[in-house]
């Protein structure tokens, strides 16, 4: 739903990519892609393209961007955390650092029944920690805001600062 209503608000093209690790029949999941591609086609005015490809999850996601020249990448996460997640790896933390574009990941709804209304986001909140690469993403945030008429959160944390008795002290000396 969230990349949905991106290429709708945004009239762009969606490419809906499925990557198989290994040389499998990739019939099925050509099937499922060409059945989701019909359902969404209407509200994706910039049309829908749909791959299968072959190979290591984050190469063939960076291939397949690069080639295409996505101007953001949406995927949904698996919600791995932990142990499963040092041992499985994590592919948008690793596309996250290696994408020259924006990644928006979404956890994967509580309930099936996710609307296009409500996977739109109608807030976006954006941390900061006062450095060229931090702000580097405002750009893209703003725009995101604006396609979709969302409010802009910018925040900081500041680390508290410890003042002592005895310095309080010195000062009133």
Do not use: C, N
């Not at 996460?77 to 290696?98: D, F, K, M, Q, Y």
Request: net charge negative.
């Amino acid at each position: 739903p969230l990349a949905i209503g991106l290429a709708e608000r945004t009239k762009a093209a969606l490419h809906l990519v499925h990557v198989l690790e290994s040389r499998a029949d990739a019939t099925p999941m050509r099937e499922y892609l060409a059945e989701v591609s019909a359902r969404v086609a209407a509200r994706a005015t910039g049309g829908v393209h749909t791959a299968v490809a072959i190979g290591e999850v984050a190469e063939a996601i960076t291939a397949y961007a690069d080639e295409h020249a996505a101007d953001v990448v949406v995927m949904a996460t698996h919600g791995r955390g932990g142990v499963s997640r040092a041992w499985l790896g994590s592919v948008a933390e690793l596309l996250i650092s290696t994408l020259p574009m924006p990644v928006l990941l979404q956890r994967p709804p509580a309930s099936p029944a996710l609307t296009l209304q409500r996977a739109l986001p109608r807030r976006i909140f954006v941390p900061l920690e006062r450095s060229e690469a931090s702000a580097s993403i405002l750009p893209h945030a703003e725009l995101l805001a604006t396609e979709l008429g969302a409010e802009l959160i910018l925040a900081t944390v500041i680390a508290p600062i410890e003042v002592r008795a005895a310095a309080l002290v010195q000062m009133h000396v």
